[in-house]
T-cell receptor, first 114, second 113 residues
Framework: KAGVTQTPRYLIKTRGQQVTLSCSPISGHRSVSWYQQTPGQGLQFLFEYFSETQRNKGNFPGRFSGRQFSNSRSEMNVSTLELGDSALYLC?????????????FGPGTRLTVL | DAKTTQPPSMDCAEGRAANLPCNHSTISGNEYVYWYRQIHSQGPQYIIHGLKNNETNEMASLIITEDRKSSTLILPHATLRDTAVYYCIVRAENTGTASKLTFGTGTRLQVTL
């Protein structure tokens, strides 16, 4: 069974631009969560989607948004990029809502904002 | 979710057991202990989880103290590929709403020859 895939793996953008990152969960998994990882802040939860609905949200500004499609694939969008948005963005999928089910992480998308 | 405390770093010789401690003194009765690890430049990888009984799988063993205020992850025969940051996470039982993972700073395990 294929794992979680994320595209692109690396991205370079400039301040003010917007970016869309994509995540394909493990086949059959319906929950997709997004995390931001930086050296200073560690791993921080962005949001979680289940059945095309956002079920939980972390403390990030409205510039960060996401959506989930009927095939469980998910995208996250960051508008008006800032230098501080440079980070590794991780997607994790789980079979059901990410309560007790273990989450399987993708390799991440490394975003650099110049 | 309860906060966890882990040593920032540990060393282990290859082939020896690596014992990674975690304190979670404010854990609640319905909270589970989860362990993940993150190898450099990769996404975190699930290792094991438990409530109060000791657990073992093909990767590791999890020993939870009787009062549940601390636990130890044991890698029985550490290899160089086990070099990673190990995160101990305490999470409440799913009550029907989504539950996010809250990672602390973890323990950086260095396995050496």
């Amino acid at each position: 069974k294929a794992g979680v895939t994320q595209t692109p793996r690396y991205l370079i953008k400039t301040r003010g631009q917007q970016v869309t990152l994509s995540c394909s969960p493990i086949s059959g998994h319906r929950s997709v969560s997004w995390y931001q990882q930086t050296p200073g802040q560690g791993l921080q939860f962005l949001f979680e989607y289940f059945s095309e609905t956002q079920r939980n949200k972390g403390n990030f500004p409205g510039r960060f948004s996401g959506r989930q499609f009927s095939n469980s694939r998910s995208e996250m969008n960051v508008s008006t990029l800032e230098l501080g948005d440079s980070a590794l963005y991780l997607c994790a999928s789980s079979l059901l809502l990410a309560g007790l089910n273990e989450q399987f992480f993708g390799p991440g998308t490394r975003l650099t904002v110049l | 979710d309860a906060k966890t405390t882990q040593p920032p770093s540990m060393d282990c010789a290859e082939g020896r057991a690596a014992n990674l401690p975690c304190n979670h003194s404010t854990i609640s009765g319905n909270e589970y202990v989860y362990w993940y690890r993150q190898i450099h430049s990769q996404g975190p990888q699930y290792i094991i989880h438990g409530l109060k009984n000791n657990e073992t799988n093909e990767m590791a063993s999890l020993i939870i103290t009787e009062d549940r205020k601390s636990s130890t992850l044991i890698l029985p025969h550490a290899t160089l590929r086990d070099t990673a940051v190990y995160y101990c996470i305490v999470r409440a039982e799913n009550t029907g709403t989504a539950s996010k993972l809250t990672f602390g700073t973890g323990t950086r395990l260095q396995v050496t020859l």
